[in-house]
């Protein structure tokens, strides 16, 4: 090893070796690109890969070797035979697409390493054939040992520079890969010359200095090509990236269908434009804009329908939008538009031609298609600081113009978009309730009028929130019936009011409240028969309560469903009766276990000669088709005793109890019977639970 170094610092100028390994670490990288290249093609364009790399690889080793040879100082004339110089050229690019090749043909396991060992052995066969082309005035005495290890080093290294370049195990290999390649090509080339001692015959009086300049040249004119090459090759990559990158960002941009824009461009957009109104003293104007009834198209009249309505309305939108104007697809059926405005500028006419181009019927596959849709507008900064801001603030009036059949477009109102900001809020807040025991469950009575006893209970969910507090389920269930979650709240409500039925006093029924969106749940009777089996609660002490609304939504399923969950041996009642639109039909089409006459009802019994006779048919018919009638929202005692003398089962409602939390629902079950006289049922209640929580 001294020797080595020894040799590189006497026998060699400095500034050359520096210029020799330089020339060796640029060449090695470029190999490597190179190769990368051929790697991540196939075919006729890996080879053609290949030919460079081998190019590159072999012009810098020779290089690498030259310089160093020039570098070499020694005290007699030096001369270069010209065919064996060319030749171990052409040996070093040769054997390095060879070995490059075979490293990535996967012809076998270890072909990396195999590749490797050619690599290495092209160097070593450069090196040695071009020693042969040295010729000097003197004696040469080669140490063949130090031959023999300049050798070896040479072809480890190499094998192991494309094992780590090919196996990588961290981004660190690359770089791992390209030390290795320098090493074994500069410890060859000085291991090499280490074993080579010149005996000089004549002293030196002049160099040839012609055959010395002949190769510098040679030497700097290959060295030139590699480093051209490494450049132009690191230029085209960086530009065919930068293509490939800009193509993908406007694919992933874009939306196929309809030519505009997609949601990704529209947030980087609306942040832009924002930024652009600032900066520019203007202002900007984002619409929103929803189809109505885009499903029914896609329902009646197939996908490929509406897909053809969105590609139309794609293109006429395009079209008809002014520079400084630009429009989006961001959702199934919705878009949104952007126009830049100057500080006073209006937006009547901009949303005029809006309305043409989104409201006119449209000939898409055919046929002419209406092309209603509601429109929200909010404008920056008037309708919000930022463009998060600005996007809610415009998607709530977009919600009121959905709502509305008159106004269709509207504009962002802070006063009245208030509740609905605050409803989406409590969508958010509602997310996990469940899990975090926010929920709970409140039971209001049910009276047996005949009796005067209690004779079960409706399960009430209440839901207490840290920060809004205690949210009445009148609201919260809709939103939870909008967002799905309604799934684990309605799971959660029947499982616990089944498991604390079974710990009652009295063998009563519970009633739970079933939504729309549980009855179109294929897996429920399922779902309540494990919920039975679990708790142990008896399947004749389970009332579920439905209301015509949210059997009617999808009727035969719905109906499936019902069928089922009664075959459990669970009673089914009608809720909220006489509120839906066919009431009467409703009972035609299901055998319920029980009418609930709805509340309303029962308040007009005292100002409606109307409610009266209503209430009275409905228990009639509950007594000809042998459904016993609840009634709902008892409240004073002559409501009781005109249900009472009207022939009603049983009554629910304020003036027998309000809904009580679970313990409270306890004592009241134990209480003694009511005594069946008017307005005692109030007293004996009030007497036992002053507490008792308001509904
Ligand atoms: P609902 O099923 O008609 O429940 C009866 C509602 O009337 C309850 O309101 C109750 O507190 C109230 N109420 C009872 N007696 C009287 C009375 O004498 N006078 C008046 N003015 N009101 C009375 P609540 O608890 O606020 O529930 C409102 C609605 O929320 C329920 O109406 C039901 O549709 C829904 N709901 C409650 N809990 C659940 C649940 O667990 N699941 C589902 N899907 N819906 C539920
Ligand atoms: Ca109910
Ligand atoms: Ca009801």
């Known amino acids: 090893m001294l020797d080595i ?111 490797g060992v050619v690599i290495g052995a092209a160097v070593a066969c450069m090196h ?42 961290t981004r660190w290999c690359r770089y791992g890969a390209t030390t290795a390649l320098v090493l074994g090509i500069v410890l060859l080339h000085f291991t090499g010359m280490t074993a080579m001692t010149v005996t000089p015959l ?11 300049s002949a190769l510098a040249l040679a030497v700097a004119g290959v060295g030139a090509l590699v480093i051209g090459m490494g450049v132009v090759t690191a230029l085209l990559d960086l530009k065919t ?21 997609n949601r990704s461009l529209f947030s980087r957009r609306l942040e832009e434009e924002c930024l652009w109104a600032d900066s520019h003293d203007g202002r900007l104007c984002l619409v929103l804009v929803n189809l109505d009834d885009f499903r029914t198209v896609n329902d009646l009249r197939g996908h490929s329908a509406g897909d053809a309505l969105l590609a139309a309305l794609g293109a006429r939108v395009g079209n008809g939008l002014r520079a400084g104007e630009v429009a989006m697809r961001i959702g199934g059926d919705e878009f949104a538009v952007m126009r830049r405005l100057s500080a006073s500028e209006k937006v009547d006419e901009f949303l005029e031609r ?143 009011s089944c498991r604390q039925a079974v710990t009652w006093a009295k063998p009563v029924k519970v009633a739970v409240n079933l939504s729309a969106i549980q009855l179109r749940q294929r897996g429920l009777p399922e779902r309540i028969g494990e919920i039975l089996r679990e708790t142990g609660l008896d399947p004749a002490r389970l009332e579920i309560e439905v209301t015509e609304s949210s059997f009617m939504a999808d009727l035969d399923l719905s109906l499936q469903i019902l069928r089922e969950i009664q075959a459990l041996g669970v009673s089914v009642a009608l809720d909220d009766f006489g509120t839906g639109y066919s009431a009467l039909a409703s009972l035609r089409v299901y055998p319920f276990n029980r009418i609930k006459l709805d509340r309303g009802f029962t308040s007009d019994l005292a100002v409606s000669d109307e409610a009266r006779a209503i209430v009275h048919s409905v228990l009639m018919l509950g007594q000809s088709l042998g459904t016993p009638v609840l009634a709902e929202g008892v409240e004073t005692d002559e409501q009781l005793a005109f249900l009472r003398a009207a022939g009603c089962r049983s009554i629910q409602g304020f003036l027998y109890s309000r809904p009580v939390p679970a313990g409270d629902l306890q004592r009241l079950m134990l209480a003694p019977p009511a005594p069946g006289l008017l307005g005692s049922a109030r007293r004996i209640v009030s007497a036992r639970l002053p507490q008792a929580a308001n509904g």
């Open 354 to 496: 809006l309305d043409t181009l989104f409201r006119r019927p449209l000939k898409a596959s055919g046929m002419v298609m209406p092309c209603a849709s509601g429109m929200g507008v909010a404008i920056y900064p008037d309708h919000g600081l930022s463009a998060s801001d600005l996007l809610a603030n415009a998607g709530l009036a977009l919600a009121r113009a959905k709502d509305e059949t008159l106004e269709r477009t509207c504009f962002s109102n802070s006063v009245v978009d208030q509740a609905e900001r605050h409803r989406r809020e409590l969508a958010v807040a509602l997310r996990g309730a469940v899990e975090r025991g926010e929920l709970c469950l409140f039971f209001q009575p049910q009276m047996d009028l005949a009796t005067g006893e209690f004779s079960g209970a409706e399960a009430l969910a209440r839901w207490t929130h840290p920060d809004y507090g205690s949210v009445s389920p009148a609201v919260f269930i809709p939103i939870a019936e909008e967002n799905g979650q309604i799934i684990p709240i309605g799971d959660w409500v029947l499982e616990q």
């Open 5 to 115: 170094i020894a040799c590189i610092t006497l026998d060699h100028n400095a500034a050359l070796v520096a210029l020799a390994a330089g020339m060796c670490v640029v060449g090695a990288w470029i190999s490597f690109r190179l190769f990368q290249r051929a790697r991540d093609t196939e075919g006729w364009m890996r080879g053609g890969w290949l030919f460079l790399n081998g190019m590159a690889t072999g012009s810098s080793i020779w290089c690498t070797h030259f310089i160093a040879m020039l570098a070499y100082e020694t005290q007699t004339a030096v001369y270069f035979n010209a065919t064996l110089t060319i030749l171990s050229l052409f040996l070093a690019i040769v054997g390095s697409a060879l070995g490059f090749a075979l490293a990535c043909s996967g012809l076998f396991r270890l072909a990396p390493e195999a590749g």
């Open 202 to 212: 004549r002293p030196l009086f002049s160099p040839n200095v012609d055959q010395f």
């Open 241 to 261: 990236r930068a293509t490939a990158d800009a193509d993908l960002q406007r694919l992933s941009e874009f939306d196929p269908l309809t030519g505009l824009g």
């Open 128 to 169: 040695y054939i071009g020693m042969a082309g040295y010729r000097v005035d003197g004696l040469i005495h080669w140490n063949q040992n130090y031959v023999i290890a300049s050798v070896i080093a040479s072809l480890v290294f190499s094998a192991l520079a494309l094992n780590r370049f090919m196996r990588p195990t």
